[in-house]
């Protein structure tokens, strides 16, 4: 396995431990730090391992599949998880996920197609948008930062549709090719 994959697994280890940290009050008052120091650290593992992957020619198709899932299981474990405690409404997390099930299943009847629908800038910056808001819900600073807060709570919500648009548009023809 190499080292991208490495980091991927990686990713996909630290979510029960971040998601413990965000709902268990095992480390006091410092459980709030160490999930977001583990759910930085993951994110960090994304942007590595894609990076590496791509420099050193080690693009695998088990890195196409997991990554994008490891991706989606951490940010969409943390807005779960910040639903509780109120930082974000539970139809916001749904927005977001549905996005997720709706690019994922298109994903799956291309790839039955032979057709490889690759990540586009929108869906990146809906990502990067979602792990910013994310630390900054998580570390909860108040005064300005709720302001910050709920701007990339909106930003992630804009972009997650715009991204969605953009791959049903740029894909239109999984759905009218193949019997679906």
Same mark, same amino acid.
């Given at each position: 396995?190499?080292?991208?994959? &490495?980091?991927?697994?990686? #990713?996909?280890?630290?979510?029960?431990?971040?998601? /413990? $940290?965000?709902?268990? !009050?095992?480390?006091?008052?410092?459980? &709030?730090?160490? *999930?977001?120091?583990? /759910?930085?650290?993951?994110?960090?593992?994304? =942007? =590595? !391992?894609? &990076?590496?992957? #791509?420099? #050193?020619?080690?693009?695998?198709?088990?890195? %196409? $599949?997991?990554?994008?899932?490891? !991706? %989606?299981?951490?940010?969409?474990?943390?807005?779960?998880? =910040?639903?509780?405690?109120?930082?974000?409404?539970?139809?916001?997390?749904? @927005?977001?996920? *549905?996005?997720? /099930?709706?690019?994922?299943? /298109? #994903?799956?009847?291309? +790839?039955?197609?032979?057709? @490889?629908?690759? *990540?586009?800038?929108?869906?990146?910056? %809906?990502?990067?948008?979602?792990?910013?808001?994310?630390?900054?819900?998580?570390?909860?600073?108040?005064?300005? $930062? !709720?302001?910050?807060?709920? @701007?990339?709570?909106?930003?992630?919500?804009?972009?997650?549709?715009? +991204? =969605?648009?953009?791959? @049903?548009? %740029?894909?239109?023809?999984?759905?009218?090719?193949?019997?679906?």
């Amino acid at each position: 396995m190499n080292l991208p994959n &490495k980091l991927t697994v990686l #990713r996909v280890i630290m979510v029960p431990f971040f998601v /413990f $940290f965000m709902l268990t !009050d095992a480390g006091g008052t410092a459980n &709030k730090w160490i *999930a977001l120091i583990l /759910f930085c650290g993951a994110s960090l593992t994304d =942007l =590595l !391992d894609g &990076k590496i992957a #791509r420099a #050193r020619n080690l693009v695998t198709n088990f890195g %196409k $599949f997991m990554d994008p899932l490891a !991706d %989606k299981l951490l940010v969409c474990s943390a807005m779960i998880c =910040l639903i509780p405690s109120g930082e974000l409404e539970a139809w916001v997390v749904i @927005v977001i996920i *549905a996005r997720e /099930f709706i690019i994922s299943g /298109f #994903r799956l009847v291309a +790839s039955d197609n032979g057709i @490889v629908i690759a *990540a586009s800038y929108w869906g990146k910056f %809906k990502t990067v948008s979602q792990m910013a808001m994310i630390i900054v819900l998580i570390a909860d600073f108040g005064g300005v $930062f !709720d302001m910050i807060g709920m @701007v990339l709570v909106w930003v992630s919500l804009i972009l997650t549709v715009v +991204s =969605l648009g953009d791959y @049903v548009a %740029k894909n239109v023809q999984v759905l009218t090719q193949g019997g679906m």
